[in-house]
């Protein structure tokens, strides 16, 4: 299954197929290198859990949530595109919500996925980078309050990079429970999450991509606090020309 293809059409080659090719004929090839490299992966594996399964100071429920509880990032219907450099890295919040990169959820989850690859964690972070200028101004009803207001505003980070059943990462936030444009945690975690990824991979480059949507995020969010309107949403303001300084 060498395409992932989604609802409305789109098809992305899987990660894969950058070693295996594109034909859909890897398995064969894909088993053999499973029965060859067998004993090396035991090895890797079993080296790399070790010092946290042998530290007696580590509670035993600690030890099998570290390593057992990860198998989501897989499992979650998760797809890697073999787009250049990295790609793109997505997984469902669940099997029942079928979302891509919930935002609010991977906030807690992202920790695992920068400490252990950390390059999949900042591809996500520069979709979203991208994501928060994307405007999506066609309207959605929304259930909780039946409100109708636009599916994405710019300058906001999305719910969600979109759903497997439409167009992920060129049609973001299928959330359509809540209008997230008056959430206030999105863009503060998205700030959080780029400072974290930073500082855990000094990637200058890193940041240097992510500091423009970074302060669109936060002017975005200063508009709620306008002096003398508590409460009500300000203008716009003017965007700042300046750049991160790199220690």
């Known amino acids: 299954m060498p395409v992932a293809r989604f609802g409305l059409g789109t098809g992305w080659n899987r990660r894969y197929t950058r070693f295996y090719g594109h034909d859909g004929r ?3 090839a894909l088993a053999r290198d499973a029965v060859l490299r067998l004993e090396d992966w035991e090895r890797t594996i079993e080296a790399w859990q070790e010092p946290v399964l042998s530290d007696p100071r580590l509670p035993d429920g600690y030890k099998s949530l570290l390593f057992n509880e990860t198998y989501y990032l ?15 890295f997505a ?14 959820v991977h ?25 928060l200028g994307v405007e999506h101004p066609e309207t959605v009803t929304y259930l909780f309050s ?16 979109g759903s497997p059943s439409e167009d ?24 959080l999450q780029a400072y974290r990824d930073w500082a855990l991979t000094g990637d200058g480059a890193f940041l240097a991509d992510l500091w423009p949507a970074a302060e669109k995020a936060v002017d975005y969010m200063l508009r709620f606090d306008p002096p003398g309107r508590p409460g009500r949403l300000a203008p716009p303001l003017q965007h ?3 750049s991160p300084r790199l220690p």
């Open 26 to 28: 890897a398995a064969p």
């Open 74 to 88: 897989v499992d979650g219907g998760t797809v890697w595109t073999a787009e250049p450099g990295i790609g793109h």
């Open 91 to 104: 997984y469902l919040e669940s099997h029942e919500y079928l979302m891509y990169n919930t935002y609010d």
């Open 107 to 131: 906030f807690s989850a992202s920790f695992a996925l920068a400490m252990n690859w950390p390059e999949l964690e900042l591809s996500v972070q520069r979709d979203f980078a991208r994501a």
């Open 146 to 161: 039946g409100r109708r207001a636009p599916r994405k505003v710019a300058g906001v980070v999305p719910h969600d990079l």
């Open 168 to 191: 992920p990462w060129r049609l973001v936030n299928a959330y359509d429970a809540q209008d997230v444009s008056r959430w206030k945690d999105l863009n503060p975690k998205f700030v």
């Open 240 to 242: 700042r020309e300046t």
